[in-house]
């Protein structure tokens, strides 16, 4: 049996858009870091209905594939996919980005499974609901064990407390920034209703940065109570501005009977998966979180760094679809076909948007990989975590 290549000595501090592989004893640049030239437009349905789509920006492109019968392949450089046994298209695995299988009956070859890993394409499997059932990715893209290790160390001390009020922070920011964005649009009692409820979680998000407690248990409650008071104030902000036929009356995480519930359920998952992703390039945890406690099974530092990120990626395109008429249907509890594609195809252009970030204009997902790096660089004592702030 062939000895395995011993990894080299890795520098302290890695480029902030690369990543160390070991197995060459260099870094690499981050697959949402690269920049390649596209030709196709933005969005584009490539099977004979609108269950395979391609999303494309300057950055790179993404699969979505969501129809039942369908395989993917590779031939040569390309991905082949076929429905009924017939090709109906192929793409150059150079121009893809990521690859999101959705729902049921979807089956991938290993040669393409393969050659993605190690290109660094990054395959995400997620349920009908939407939640991630599985994160395909090369093993030898990760960080060295050093961040884990102080990752689990700041459990116990200050800066750790410290992530705790900043990530609830960052959620309370941009939950109030959100409802003024919306504010904006409208007038008389109902603009008034969305300010009042944003200055509120504007005073939630002091009350959250002034908890007092130098260790994680110390001010996980109080901290989570200025969370979940802020979340009472925003669905209620939120359920008055949603069409009354859609039903919404509050956020449900569980077995929803609305549309609106079932469309966020469905959004925030294939969030989990882009921010599950980016805390693996950043050598970190998922499952030792600060603001979500232990639990088998919990990807609890997953669950702290999506709450920044739900409102400008999920939230800002769903709610601004619904309230100009957008059409959601539910089916046994789960999305129907077509609302699945069309919340999908939303919320993975948001996560291909720009937005203004540490003085740059940057793209949500190549944020969201940031955050992660800066989460990583906080357990290391390099620098403290603050939040993305979504402006509006």
């Known amino acids: ?14 480029p902030g858009t690369a990543q160390y592989n070991w197995l060459t004893g260099g870094y690499e640049s981050v697959p ?19 269950s395979i789509q391609l999303l494309a920006t300057e950055s790179g492109a993404q699969l979505l ?33 990521e690859i999101v299988l959705v729902g049921h009956g979807i089956s991938i070859s290993t040669d393409l499974i393969g050659d993605a890993c190690e290109r660094g394409i990054r395959i995400a499997i997620l349920r009908p609901n939407g939640r991630p059932a599985a994160l395909l990715t090369s093993p030898f893209l990760s960080a060295t064990v050093e961040t884990r290790r102080r990752q689990l160390a700041t459990l116990g001390q200050p800066a750790g407390a410290d992530f705790i009020r900043w990530v609830a922070a960052g959620k309370l920011h941009n939950q109030e920034k959100l409802l003024r964005y919306f504010a904006k649009s409208r007038d ?29 248990e110390s001010v996980r409650p109080p901290v989570l109570g200025c969370e979940g008071a802020g979340g009472r104030v925003y669905w209620s902000a939120i359920s008055a501005i949603l069409p009354s036929a859609l039903g919404f009356r509050g956020r449900i995480h569980y077995q929803p009977n609305d ?11 294939i969030l989990y998966s882009h921010v599950w992703g980016a805390v693996l390039n950043a050598g970190l945890e998922p499952f030792a979180g600060f603001l979500h406690g232990d639990r088998s099974g919990k990807p609890s530092l997953v ?32 999305l129907d076909g077509p609302s699945r594609e069309a919340v999908a195809s939303r919320v993975l252009l948001r996560l291909n ?31 403290e975590y603050r939040p993305f702030a979504f402006k509006w």
């Not at 030239?37 to 004979?48: D, K, M, Q, S, V």
């Not at 549309?259 to 998952?269: D, E, I, K, Q, S």
């Not at 999506?306 to 539910?330: H, I, M, S």
């Open 1 to 14: 049996m062939a000895a395995l290549p011993q990894p080299r000595p890795v520098p302290c501090k890695p």
């Open 32 to 50: 949402e870091q690269m920049e390649l030239p596209l030709e196709w437009p933005a969005e584009e349905t490539l099977g004979p209905d609108e």
């Open 65 to 97: 594939v969501s129809g039942f019968g369908i395989s993917l392949g590779k031939k040569s450089e390309r991905v082949t996919l076929r429905l009924n046994h017939k090709t109906c298209s192929e793409l150059p695995l150079y121009r893809l980005q």
């Open 188 to 216: 008389g009692d109902s603009r008034r209703r969305l300010e009042d409820a944003a200055g509120s979680l504007h005073k939630l998000r002091r009350q959250a940065l002034a908890v007092e407690g130098d260790c994680v």
């Open 259 to 269: 549309p609106v519930n079932a469309a966020l359920n469905y959004g925030y998952g």
């Open 303 to 334: 669950l702290d760094l999506v709450e920044e990120f739900r409102q400008p990626a999920v939230d800002r395109p769903l709610f601004a679809w619904l309230t100009k008429g957008g059409d959601v249907r539910v089916q046994g509890g789960l």
């Open 353 to 383: 948007a720009v937005e203004q970030h540490r003085g740059k204009r940057h793209q949500v997902r190549s944020i969201i990989q940031m955050q992660a790096r800066r989460a990583a660089s906080a357990f290391r004592g390099e620098r």
